[in-house]
């Protein structure tokens, strides 16, 4: 420090020190309290379950998108272009499933008997 800070600090009065302690003072206390809205649980908790429901929305978002994508595939498969239906695979596909209904429903009625 300069001999021209030296006379800066001396110069000053004791109420503009006063004023300077007491400024600093309400720096540090709104510091401090803004520290502990930071460190609070209830802060800490809140932010933790922001991020949480954050996190399942956009995986639930990426489930929605993939599954719409499955179900278009499998449209596709039973619909020409032109939105009619595809007669020869709807038909062995309706089988398919008559067949393991009756399947399950045997295989249910030899346990019980």
Not at 25 to 50: C, N, W
Not at 51 to 64: D, F, I, N, P, Q
Request: no cysteine.
């Amino acid at each position: 420090m300069g001999e021209a800070s030296t006379k800066d600090m001396s110069a000053r009065t004791t109420a503009q020190i006063e004023a300077d302690i007491a400024r600093t003072r309400t720096q540090l206390a709104s510091t401090l309290d803004e520290l502990a809205m930071r460190v609070h649980p209830s802060t800490i908790s809140a932010q933790v379950k922001a991020k949480a429901v954050a996190t399942v929305e956009e995986k639930a978002g990426r489930a929605y998108v993939a599954a719409s994508g499955l179900v278009e595939k499998a449209k596709a498969q039973f619909v020409d272009d032109k939105g009619q239906p595809r007669k020869e695979r709807i038909v062995p596909a309706a089988l398919v499933g008559v067949g393991l209904v009756l399947l399950v429903a045997s295989s249910r009625k030899r346990r019980k008997g």
